[in-house]
């Protein structure tokens, strides 16, 4: 995709193609983890499958309470996706509050969910910890809601990091559950990974993430990506720069993995301390700048053309009401709602 264009509103999805489904946070621009851990696998899959993406806005709401905040954020991540390569004319890309049947089917669900599943789930354990005065309802039951998101459209197949396995673990297990209550219904959903499946921050040890401040904003300006680049903690161990580096362990050299065929070559010349971290910074730095241009271009034009990026999402939504309205017809009817 070139230039964004409204996609047909009457396009339905393809009855027989099978369904991929995945949802990302509206945290504002996507980063280098979103898309090497996910996105890269949303725009593959568009050509190949039944694709929805959806913008998780109710999600956000257990951590985003500015209501100006959580609005741009969500503008600003579908025109990211845009700009990463999701085509509305090969994939259904909305906006979760657009269509409430979410919540209604995450209502449902919770009824079969034991709440000591919840109480497991790791990303609650770390919200507990991250935000130790907030801990919202929301919080605990976000992986009901998260497999409402999936099976509402009976998606089998979901693009995701690995940090989101557990999640997807707990879908299956809820999807279990109610096939076992109420008779099959639910295909059980299951987790595809990239082989980026969890990138590192610039702090070099843990996971890339808009809440902790270490990510590289493909999409911002030239200079700010060069910035986080060379601010990388690389192998901790490599003190003089004749002192033989370790690229197995150096986050900027299993990086270059993804930009550019010669990374063996890269890392030849770090291992014979022929080149110096900073070196390898510089070279990273110019790669991701020069592979995220053209994205950076479309994200710029669909920032000056809001009413398009919105036009997408309400259609979008629209295309799935249909969908949505079925399942649902179909559980309340298996669950005994009149
Ligand atoms: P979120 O918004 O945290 O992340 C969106 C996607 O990006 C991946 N990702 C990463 N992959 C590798 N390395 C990283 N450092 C990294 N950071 C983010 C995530 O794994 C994810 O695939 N709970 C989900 C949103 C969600 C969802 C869903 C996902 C809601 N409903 C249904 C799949 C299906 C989340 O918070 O993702």
Redesign the pocket.
């Known amino acids: 995709m070139t230039t964004a264009t409204a996609p047909d509103p009457v396009r339905a999805p393809a009855a027989t193609a099978p369904r991929t489904?995945?949802?990302?946070?509206p945290?504002g621009v996507a980063?280098l983890?979103?898309d090497?851990?996910?996105?890269r696998n949303y725009v593959k899959l568009q050509d190949e499958y039944d694709a929805i993406y959806?913008i998780?806005d109710y999600?956000a709401l257990t951590s985003t309470h500015d209501p100006d905040v959580l609005r741009a954020r969500t503008g600003d991540m579908a025109a990211s996706l845009l700009a990463l390569g999701l085509d509305p004319d090969k994939c259904t890309l909305f906006v979760q509050s657009h269509r409430p049947e979410h919540t209604e089917l995450a209502w449902l669900l919770a009824t079969v969910t034991p709440v000591s599943w919840l109480e497991r789930t790791p990303?609650y354990k770390e919200k507990r910890e991250s935000q130790p005065d907030d801990i919202n309802h929301g919080l605990l039951t976000?992986p009901v809601?998260?497999a409402a998101?999936?099976i509402i459209y009976k998606a089998t197949l979901?693009?995701?990091?690995?940090?989101?396995a557990a999640?997807?673990e707990l879908s299956r297990e809820i999807v279990r559950a109610f096939n076992n209550r109420y008779g099959e219904t639910f295909p059980e959903p299951r987790a595809v990974f990239t082989d980026?499946?969890?990138?590192?921050?610039t702090d070099g040890v843990r996971?890339?993430?808009k809440s902790l401040g270490n990510t590289i904003d493909v999409l911002s300006e030239p200079d700010v990506i060069r910035k986080q680049v060379m601010s990388m903690v690389t192998d901790t161990q490599r003190i003089l720069r004749t002192d033989p580096g370790r690229p197995e362990v150096c986050s900027v050299c299993q990086l270059q993995r993804f930009f550019g065929p010669d990374f063996e070559e890269l890392w030849d010349g770090e291992r014979t301390a022929r080149t110096g971290c900073v070196d390898m910074k510089r070279v990273l730095a110019d790669r991701i700048v020069r592979h995220y241009a053209p994205a950076r271009e479309r994200y710029l034009e669909l920032q000056a053309n809001p009413k398009l990026v919105d036009e997408v999402l309400s259609a979008g939504a629209n295309r799935l009401a249909p969908l949505a309205a079925d399942t649902i017809a179909e559980v309340r009817q298996k669950m005994g709602l009149r």
């Open positions: 489904f995945s949802g990302i946070q945290s980063h983890g979103n090497l851990g996910a996105i959806c998780v999600h990303t976000y809601l998260q998101d999936i979901v693009p995701v990091g690995r940090d989101q999640h997807l980026a499946p969890t990138v590192l921050g996971k890339m993430s």
